[in-house]
């Protein structure tokens, strides 16, 4: 056993850490008493590609956290970073929701400005090459859907390669992979361990397409409690519109069907086969493959369905 994960307490830098979390990639995760600072600890290899990883990030100007301190523990290696804040915006919304039915303008305001600035850094990683399919197929689940939809096999692979060929022209660009509000805190974005490079736009679009893979009413627990105004949306996609690279312009709005089956896989793959979510994401994901099939606007579709 490694020994961040045998010790519930920490003492590095002169403050003690509590544990948080054991990462699924390795390293761990601790809180300092006053909830300013969070430590990461692990193997060395594991924490220095971490941390270089996170340098370069913080070089491109992605809100990420800032860091406070390097060090060792025995044979551990270990970074100190300052806290984003203790509340996500995906709380944050779901609050104001039941408190007064909307999203508030100030919230979403804090929330758009993160957005710029990460939209903004992931230009500057932008690189003109096609997407890896197979890192990109196993990204979204693509042949867990499979597996876990047999009798739709056919339909699955049709559009899937129909998606490739749209977006076989558009650039990549660093990909957090799980964008959404709930990863946003007020100084920043968190929990990037899924990060790949992906098609531009990828990222972006989640934030306001999540709703539409949770229904309204509680359904084993889950539950839309969250969703953007339409005048709230119509800012946010103004923000996002288009990415530049080398003197070319990329609308993501002309890219929104694939991209948004791309995240439509991605939140209905792998959920048990059984479960009456599962199969509530199952029947909307279809209606959207049979709408691409016969080259309906997804985008058309969304937007009037947005709430529903």
């Not at 990549?172 to 805190?185: A, E």
């Amino acid at each position: 056993m490694n020994l961040e994960q045998s010790r519930s307490i920490i003492d590095a830098e002169g403050e003690i850490f509590e544990h948080v979390k054991d990462r699924r990639h390795g390293t761990s995760i601790y809180i300092s008493a006053d909830g300013s600072k969070y430590l990461r600890i692990g193997q060395h290899i594991e924490v220095r590609n971490e941390l270089d990883l996170h340098k370069q990030l913080l070089d491109k100007g992605f809100p990420i956290a800032s860091i406070l301190a390097e060090g060792s523990l025995d044979t551990l290696s270990y970074w100190v970073e300052e806290s984003l804040g203790k509340t996500t915006f995906g709380e944050r919304f779901d609050k104001e929701m039941i408190a007064a039915g909307r999203i508030g303008d100030e919230s979403f305001d804090q929330f758009l400005r993160i957005i710029e600035r990460f939209h903004a850094a992931q230009e500057s990683t932008i690189e003109h090459r096609r997407v890896d399919t197979e890192t990109l197929a196993t990204n979204i689940g693509l042949h867990q859907l499979v597996a876990d939809l047999p009798l739709e096999k056919e339909k699955i692979l049709k559009i899937w390669e129909k998606m490739v060929h749209e977006l076989e022209n558009v650039p990549v660009c660093f990909t957090h992979g799980d964008f959404l509000p709930n990863n946003v805190l007020e100084k920043g974005v968190i929990d990037l361990e899924d990060h790949f490079f992906g098609p531009i736009g990828y990222d972006i679009l989640n934030p306001i397409t999540t709703p539409y893979w949770f229904p309204k009413e509680p359904t084993q627990g889950f539950q839309r409690w969250s969703w953007f105004s339409e005048s709230q949306l119509k800012r946010y996609l103004e923000v996002v519109d288009t990415y530049e690279f080398q003197g070319n312009t990329w609308s993501t709005r002309d890219f929104f069907d694939p991209l948004f089956l791309l995240k439509a896989i991605w939140w209905t793959s792998g959920n048990g086969k059984s479960s009456h979510l599962q199969l509530w994401r199952n029947q909307r994901l279809l209606i959207l493959i049979d709408k691409y099939i016969q080259s309906e606007s997804l985008y058309s579709y969304w937007w009037e369905q947005k709430d529903v």
